[in-house]
């Protein structure tokens, strides 16, 4: 079955606590994006990734990083998360980029409060 | 500024009474304008893609359509299971980078039974 895992779907952490939500898809798609998603806000890109070691930012890429080493995995990395991050995050695939772009595959979400 | 406008932000039906969703978009550089489908508590759902001004594209219910500002989902004849949030997005080609999807903030509707 195609998908786009993540985990955690859950995360409650505290104020400077490193942390990873991991990304994986089964679909070989070279374009990889995280989103965040607030209430009123709507969905932002944080950054995105056009193939393996080729990531670039999004609309709101601070206090984020991110690598993509294979093509399957995409995480998201917070190095020291502060309580303005926390949010419903959405790790997205899609198999191309040009002309047009493709229909893109989210993942279940990752809820995450920062205390 | 890229910017995707979605109406209303909120819209109860009844079952089987019609309507239509607006999205407003970035008219220069468009490539692509996509509708996605979002249950509470889960990823958004892909429907349609629209490249060009002119052209439809339906699924049960829905219909999803584009001028060369704007798109409409309409919605026929819905069902309580319609109800979710409706988002709208574009994807653009800026200054010879590619671009994901620059999302709307979303319709939420809700279908009375």
């Known amino acids: 079955e195609a998908q786009v895992t993540q985990n955690p779907r859950y995360l409650i952490t505290v104020t400077g606590k490193k942390l990873t939500v991991t990304c994986s898809q089964n679909?070989?798609?070279?374009?990889m994006s995280w989103y965040r998603q607030d209430p009123g806000l709507g969905l932002r890109q944080i950054y995105y990734?056009?193939?393996?070691?080729?990531?670039d930012k999004g609309d709101v890429p601070e206090g984020y990083k991110v690598s993509r080493k294979e093509k399957r995995n995409f995480p998201l990395i917070l190095e020291s998360p502060s309580p303005n991050q926390t949010s419903l995050y959405f790790c997205?695939?899609?198999?191309?980029?040009?002309?047009?772009?493709?229909?893109?595959?989210f993942g279940q979400g990752t809820r995450l409060t920062v205390v | 500024e890229d910017q995707v406008t979605q109406s209303p932000e909120a819209l109860r039906l009844q079952e089987g009474e019609s309507s239509s969703l607006n999205c407003s978009y970035t008219?220069?550089?468009?490539?692509?304008l996509f509708w996605y489908r979002q249950d509470p508590g889960k990823g958004p759902e892909f429907l349609f893609t629209?490249?060009?001004a002119g052209e439809e594209k339906e699924k049960e219910r829905l219909k999803a359509t584009l001028t060369k500002k704007e798109s409409f989902l309409h919605i026929t004849a819905p069902k309580p299971e319609d109800s979710a949030t409706y988002l709208c997005?574009?994807?653009?080609?800026?200054?010879?980078?590619?671009?994901?999807?620059?999302f709307g903030s979303g319709t939420q509707l809700t279908v009375l039974p």
């Open positions: 997205a695939s899609s198999s191309t980029t040009y002309p047009g772009g493709t229909e893109a595959f």
């Open positions: 679909m070989n798609h070279e374009y």
């Open positions: 990734s056009m193939n393996v070691e080729v990531t």
């Open positions: 008219v220069s550089g468009l490539r692509g």
């Open positions: 629209l490249y060009s």
């Open positions: 997005a574009e994807y653009l080609i800026s200054s010879g980078s590619a671009r994901q999807l620059t």
